[in-house]
């Protein structure tokens, strides 16, 4: 039995507390050539699992939204998305370098002690040269800036297609 199926519907959903690209269009516009610039030299599906496992780890359902749905577009498997969340008990969903990318991202999105664990970095830097390691630091600060945003101001998840801007 589907949730609308015993409520008979969906909750309400809730509008966005603000609409802050609106309010703030140049901190906007930075945001957007930010990632554009992350994003470069990077395997397109290792950056879309780091936005999504960010995404995971901050609550951002407006960018799950977005992630989820731009790495099923690019061809990634149902599969893979759904034991992202899991990717410790499910490493053989992943390769060696991806399971590094996915580790750093959780070390640099939660960083609990303070710091980015060595063993982590060193994992991290044996799968990437440096210019690709700087690319994926990069990225992974700026999912976890957007993330901020979207969990700040309450982006409404659900309306994002493929290859549009939010």
């Given at each position: 039995?589907?949730?609308?199926?015993?409520?008979?519907?969906?909750?309400?959903?809730?509008?966005?507390?603000?609409?802050?690209?609106?309010?703030?269009?140049?901190?906007?516009?930075?945001?957007?050539?930010?990632?554009?610039?992350?994003?470069?030299?990077?395997?397109?599906?290792?950056?879309?699992?780091?936005?999504?496992?960010?995404?995971?780890?901050?609550?951002?359902?407006?960018?799950?939204?977005?992630?989820?749905?731009?790495?099923?577009?690019?061809?990634?498997?149902?599969?893979?998305?759904?034991?992202?969340?899991?990717?410790?008990?499910?490493?053989?969903?992943?390769t060696e370098k991806e399971l590094a990318a996915i580790e750093l991202t959780e070390a640099v999105t939660v960083l609990t002690?303070?710091?980015?664990?060595?063993?982590?970095?060193?994992?991290?830097?044996?799968?990437?040269?440096?210019?690709?390691?700087?690319?994926?630091?990069?990225?992974?600060?700026?999912?976890?800036?957007?993330?901020?945003?979207?969990?700040?101001?309450?982006?409404?998840?659900?309306?994002?297609?493929?290859?549009?801007?939010?």
């Amino acid at each position: 039995m589907s949730t609308t199926e015993a409520t008979g519907a969906y909750a309400a959903e809730e509008a966005p507390r603000l609409r802050w690209a609106e309010h703030a269009p140049e901190v906007y516009k930075a945001m957007i050539r930010l990632e554009t610039a992350a994003r470069k030299g990077l395997d397109p599906t290792l950056y879309e699992l780091v936005k999504i496992r960010a995404s995971q780890i901050n609550h951002c359902a407006f960018c799950l939204d977005m992630h989820t749905k731009d790495a099923l577009a690019a061809g990634e498997s149902v599969e893979r998305i759904v034991q992202l969340s899991a990717w410790q008990e499910s490493r053989h969903f992943y390769t060696e370098k991806e399971l590094a990318a996915i580790e750093l991202t959780e070390a640099v999105t939660v960083l609990t002690e303070g710091f980015v664990p060595d063993e982590v970095y060193d994992r991290a830097a044996s799968h990437f040269e440096e210019a690709e390691l700087s690319q994926l630091i990069a990225a992974i600060t700026v999912i976890n800036a957007w993330n901020r945003f979207g969990v700040t101001t309450r982006m409404t998840p659900g309306h994002y297609r493929p290859g549009q801007h939010t």
